[in-house]
């Protein structure tokens, strides 16, 4: 009774920000314009600029600009001596990007105001679709920090709930199945074991939102490897040989479920979820782009939930909302203008067309203007005046499972190691398993000198992990067992090696060209090299 009643107080506290998200659908423009005079009086001075400047101003005169150019800028408010918006700032949380291992975005109080606007409209829509999910527990998952860099980054963990308004975060809090807590675990397998717990702690489980489908498919696998370790806790309500690393939470102590979770530890982890959670209403996760066969196979594990994609959401700012079936812009958020892929030119929302395939480039209440997000998304209609998008891809790198792997990491990466080892750098495939194991990075190098051994080296491998572990997403990837650790191999011709995998996945040999990160299937990379099946694990189960 008092989920439900929290269901329907929370689905009242996002009925102002849904009605004005769809009564002013027809008034793209005039909202646009009016949310960029009250971000200029919030930022104050800026070079170029005269106070009430328009838009066509605003776009002439302040560059588009990405992550190095901030940088300095951050580093001098963090420690005091600037400052780029008149908003107070509640902390920074931490990302990674094509030239910075790490990234650390303001996160302001005008900024959240801009994530709840969007929240809001998006939740209201859920329970619309889905009302089974006010009668239960909802899992918004708690992205916790690399082990590597905890105390660094001390408080500045991904919560979902923590983009909502006070309202609706209190309210969300007590509809939630996990505590935040697990986010301070010391170890990121306790982190995962600990909401592993509370979730089968809660047989009234109706959502599991999680941002990579990978990331719920290795949560099911964990279920299934720990089962008796769970039913153990779940029975005892003591966290037993973890407890010294889950001090910030408390052990579920639900004796049923842990009868429950015994009953079922012998079948597979998609039927083990699937007794544990019959009555599971919704899972939300990416969908597209690299994510799509990831999600297909989330969808079959738990086929009595329904499927929602996500909308394009990134650390600096949220560019569409799933509503109503659809993806449109969150335009009562951020200024937002798009750079058409296919001449350069920048773009205002309203000037966007069917058809359109365009980068999103954001001005938000964190301070930072102009700011490119490097996605790739496509225009597919409109909901009134409001262009709807969907997600083709990030525009330079690769993402197998959200690690964010750049040409400019890559690069770096294979350079040193080159460096180090006396070996020739040609280029860190992203071997993209699709269900035979889990995925894997695997630099390819060229020997310089005839009595180099040739093949696989572990010591190459060590060094290669090593240096793309200092990336903030690769490093969390592999602390959740996303990623199998990083290979090496040693050729004599790591160019022709190159050209063999790329006419093997599809490549016309005249039009390629090096990189120095390239995603290939290791269906193709097997055509090539029959041995590389050996560089992936089999133990992955969640469909068999």
């Known amino acids: 009774m008092l989920t439900a009643l929290t269901h329907q107080a929370l689905r009242l506290a996002c009925w102002q920000a849904d009605r004005r998200f769809a009564g002013q659908r027809n008034q793209l423009e005039t909202v646009q314009r009016h949310k960029l005079d009250l971000l200029l009086q919030q930022v104050g001075t800026v070079p170029g600029l005269q106070s009430g400047a328009s838009w066509e101003e605003f776009r002439e005169h302040v560059p588009l600009s990405r992550y190095g150019d901030w940088k300095e800028r951050i580093l001098a408010q963090r420690e005091g001596r600037a400052q780029l918006i008149n908003s107070p700032l509640q902390r920074y949380q931490p990302t990674s990007g094509s030239s910075e291992a790490l990234k650390l975005i303001p996160y302001t109080r005008s900024f959240l105001g801009e994530l709840d606007a969007a929240i809001g409209p998006w939740l209201a829509s859920l329970y619309r679709q889905h009302p089974r999910l006010g009668t239960g527990r909802h899992y918004w998952s708690v992205s916790w920090l690399p082990e590597s860099q905890r105390k660094l980054l001390d408080g500045n963990f991904n919560d979902d709930s923590e983009l909502l308004g006070f309202a609706k975060r209190v309210l969300a809090a007590r509809s939630q199945a996990v505590p935040p807590g697990v986010a301070f675990a010391g170890r990121a397998d306790d982190a995962m074991f600990a909401t592993l717990a509370w979730l089968v702690a809660h047989d009234d489980l109706r959502m599991l939102s999680v941002w990579s ?62 007794r544990l959670w019959p009555e599971l209403a919704l899972v939300s996760a990416w969908d597209t782009a690299d994510a799509a066969p990831w999600a297909a196979q989330l969808r079959l594990a738990l086929p009595q939930a329904s499927f929602e994609g996500k909308g394009l959401w990134a650390t600096e700012g949220v560019v569409t909302i799933p509503y109503e079936d659809r993806y449109p812009l969150a335009y009562q958020s951020h200024v937002y203008e798009f750079e058409r892929l296919s001449d350069g030119v920048v773009l205002a929302p309203w000037e966007l067309r069917e058809g359109d395939e365009v980068s999103p480039i954001i001005s938000g209440g964190n301070g930072l203007l102009r ?47 080159a460096l180090d080892s006396g070996v020739e750098p040609v280029t860190l495939l992203a071997v993209d398993a699709r269900g035979e194991g889990r995925s894997r990075y695997i630099a390819l190098f060229s020997r310089t000198s005839a009595g180099t051994k040739l093949g696989p080296d572990e010591q190459i491998a060590q060094a290669v992990e090593q240096k793309l572990r200092r990336h903030f997403h690769y490093d969390l990837a592999r602390d959740l067992h996303q990623l199998e650790p990083a290979a090496a191999l040693l050729v004599d011709d790591g160019w022709a090696l190159y050209q063999l995998i790329a006419v093997a996945a599809g490549m016309i040999e005249g039009n390629i060209k ?29 469909l068999s």
Not at 250 to 263: Q, S, T, V, Y
Not at 537 to 542: D, G, K, P
């Open 213 to 274: 489908p990978t990331f719920a498919l290795q949560q099911l696998e964990s279920l299934a490897q720990w089962a008796n370790e769970l039913a153990s806790v779940l029975a005892s309500g003591q966290w037993g040989a973890r407890a010294a690393s889950l001090t910030a939470v408390p052990a579920p102590h639900r004796p049923d479920r842990a009868r429950r979770l015994a009953a079922v530890a012998g079948l597979t982890p998609a039927e083990i979820a699937q």
């Open 371 to 417: 700011y490119r997000l490097d996605d790739r998304i496509a225009v597919t209609g409109f909901m009134g005046q409001v262009p709807c998008f969907q997600f083709m891809g990030r525009l330079f790198g690769v993402d197998l499972v959200g690690e964010k792997m750049s040409p400019e990491a890559a690069r770096q990466v294979l350079a040193e190691t």
């Open 514 to 542: 090096p990189e120095s990160v390239r995603r290939v299937a290791l269906s193709h990379l097997r055509n090539v090299l029959p041995e590389a099946a050996g560089f992936f694990s089999t133990e992955s189960r969640v």
